[in-house]
Nanobody, 118 residues
Framework: QVQLVESGGGLVQPGGSLRLSCTASDRISIYNMGWFRQAPGEQRESVAVITSGGDTNYADSVKGRFTISRDDAKNMVFLQMDSLKPEDTAVYYC?????????????WGKGTLVTVSS
């Protein structure tokens, strides 16, 4: 079982930047990794994903502003967030997923809070 710990959240002014990190307890090279977020009163939504092969995909709302990356040697995934907007305020979660003979395997971190406000 993979344990994920997010860090790097905090309070930032509109237009500012933050870099989130996700540290895994085990190797992540075989996992697709993703960042999700959940704002108060809203459903959790996908923000960015990066496959085990390095392909990336972003939600339309963050394209051009956020960048996902991974360092498999360190078992870490990052989310660089630039030009932040108040609507980016949410708890951000890291997710590891892969297929196995017994079915899909998904692991979540506990989240880190990002608040964008002046």
């Amino acid at each position: 079982q993979v344990q994920l710990v997010e860090s790097g959240g905090g309070l930032v002014q509109p237009g500012g930047s933050l870099r989130l990190s996700c540290t895994a307890s085990d190797r992540i090279s075989i996992y697709n990794m993703g960042w999700f977020r959940q704002a108060p009163g809203e459903q959790r939504e996908s923000v960015a994903v990066i496959t085990s092969g390095g392909d990336t995909n972003y939600a339309d709302s963050v394209k051009g502003r956020f960048t996902i990356s991974r360092d498999d040697a360190k078992n870490m995934v990052f989310l660089q967030m630039d030009s932040l907007k108040p609507e980016d305020t949410a708890v951000y979660y890291c997710k590891a997923s892969r297929s196995s003979w017994s079915g899909p395997m998904n692991y979540w971190g506990k989240g880190t809070l990002v608040t964008v406000s002046s």
